[in-house]
């Protein structure tokens, strides 16, 4: 009785497991089945974002070499209004030299027929003689000539008019067309900014080397020659800037002109390349002094250009500076030194360098 009493406690258990491990069996089945589904869902995801960001890049590219294409016609429209405006002024200095010769020339005729009225034998009723009838032709002669001059002085002045308002009003339009390029460009630099989540958006992203020593992280792009750069700012407000192929001055590194696409303002730029590695231990040198002395503010000094940010992309470096506009240094004191062969008084050195 009690074997059969203890089979039949060990029949219920075996049941009993036989139940639970059947129930453990689907639900690894359901959780296999579950992990199946989250991973194609994974994998769809991944590829749409893929998808998503290449969609951005295109976009971004399309955006940016309409904008190059927009900026080089603006700039081929600046070229020509500077040459219309260098043409006005060139044209008012010939009418103004033409009309200070005619006047001169109006006031010897006046002049000399003042002169003849009051040689005698001119007056009327005076005994003709050959002398004063040479001089009766000779007033006649100069008072026709006068009339030419007049008439002369007349049309310059005249064309004068008309040529001026011509170019004003091309200049005008020139202007304004200026202006509507520049707003379509801004208008652009605030579709792509709606576009974008994030830096990760953007090819070419810093790695946030220098970013505890007050660097911003940012883009770089190459086409030719051309460098465009760009970072987003603390108030998420896209930045974009292009390098233009003007040295401005030359030492360590170059220092170029660099202009923001969105307002167009240009600064003073130097590049340290990273890339490639045999240039990244002394390019990262210079890096941190320039970073240091973005820190400690040195570009408040008046004698100092400002520092104006610090952008790190994936192989360069970029200092943004003031720009200021003239002579460098070396140029302004060659040309005060010419002819002198001593150099710069001690008071014109002190106002530049004290």
């Known amino acids: 009785r009690k074997?059969?009493?203890?089979?039949?406690?060990?029949?219920?258990?075996?049941?009993?497991?036989?139940s639970r491990v059947s129930a453990l069996d689907d639900e690894l089945k359901n959780l296999n089945d579950e992990r199946a589904r989250l991973e194609m869902e994974a994998a769809h995801i991944e590829s749409q974002m893929w998808e998503e960001?290449?969609?951005?890049?295109?976009?971004?590219?399309?955006?940016?070499?309409?904008?190059?294409?927009?900026?080089q016609r603006l700039g081929a429209e600046t070229k020509e209004r500077l040459r219309l405006e260098a043409e006005t002024r060139r044209i008012k200095i010939e009418r103004n030299e033409e009309r200070l010769r005619l006047d001169q020339e109006t006031r010897q005729i006046e002049a000399e027929m003042r002169q003849l009225e009051k040689s005698p034998g001119v007056g009327a009723g005076r005994r003709a003689d050959?002398?004063?009838?040479?001089?009766?032709?000779?007033?006649?002669?100069?008072?026709?000539?006068?009339?030419?001059?007049?008439?002369?002085?007349?049309?310059?002045?005249?064309?004068?008019?008309?040529?001026?308002?011509?170019?004003?009003?091309?200049?005008?339009?020139?202007?304004?067309?200026a202006q509507r390029v520049t707003s379509q460009s801004q208008g652009k630099m605030r579709r792509v900014a709606a576009c974008i989540k994030g830096i990760k958006s953007f090819t070419g992203v810093g790695a946030n080397r220098f970013t505890n020593e007050g660097a911003m992280q940012g883009f770089s792009g190459y086409d030719f020659d051309t460098i465009t750069f760009g970072t987003i700012d603390e108030n998420g407000n896209l930045l974009m800037y292009e390098k233009e192929d003007c040295l401005l001055g030359s030492g360590r590194v170059g220092a170029y002109r660099c202009t923001e696409l969105t307002?167009?303002?240009?600064?003073?730029?130097?590049?340290?390349?990273?890339y490639p590695p045999a240039l990244s231990n002394s390019a990262d040198r210079s890096i941190r002094n320039e970073l240091l002395a973005y820190q400690e503010r040195v570009g408040k000094h008046p004698r100092i250009v400002s520092f104006l940010r610090v952008i790190e992309s994936q192989t360069a470096v970029f200092v943004l500076m003031d720009l200021l506009e003239g002579k460098d240094l070396k140029e302004f004191c060659r040309e005060q030194t010419e002819g002198m062969g001593a150099g710069l008084p001690e008071a014109a050195a002190r106002l530049l360098f004290g």
């Open 3 to 18: 074997w059969v009493a203890s089979s039949l406690r060990s029949a219920v258990q075996l049941h009993r497991m036989r």
């Open 53 to 71: 960001r290449e969609r951005l890049e295109k976009e971004t590219a399309h955006i940016e070499s309409q904008m190059r294409e927009e900026r």
């Open 130 to 177: 050959p002398g004063a009838q040479g001089r009766t032709a000779t007033v006649r002669r100069l008072g026709s000539r006068l009339k030419v001059v007049s008439d002369r002085l007349k049309d310059v002045r005249q064309r004068q008019d008309e040529t001026t308002k011509k170019l004003q009003a091309e200049v005008q339009q020139m202007r304004a067309e």
């Open 263 to 274: 307002t167009g303002k240009q600064y003073a730029l130097k590049v340290y390349f990273r």
